[in-house]
């Protein structure tokens, strides 16, 4: 039960990502750079990977920066939705 609910949630989250790029005719690029419209969620995570958030702290005052943000990481995280983007700090476009 637990195994076909992780599917659902994995193939739910596909099909939000693959219907956002569709809305604007968009692309990402796949595994040896070509563009595609319908990336798989694993690739789309793996795409993810080498983020990092930050959090320097210089008298008393925290600062968090966010490391490892390209183009195609930030309109990937807009594509996921406003709250994503709220989070990451990254401006609605």
């Avoid at 320097?56 to 920066?65: A, G, N, R």
Wanted: net charge positive; proline share 4%.
């Amino acid at each position: 039960m637990v195994m076909t609910l992780a599917l659902l949630v994995y193939a739910v989250a596909q099909r939000h990502v693959r219907q956002a790029l569709a809305r604007p005719n968009d692309t990402l690029p796949h595994q040896i750079h070509q563009p595609t419209s319908r990336p798989t969620l694993r690739w789309f995570f793996q795409m993810l990977e080498g983020m990092h958030r930050v959090r320097v702290i210089v008298h008393d005052q925290v600062h968090t920066f966010l490391d490892g943000l390209n183009e195609v990481r930030i309109k990937m995280l807009r594509l996921v939705g406003e709250k994503v983007g709220q989070a990451y700090h990254i401006a609605s476009g």
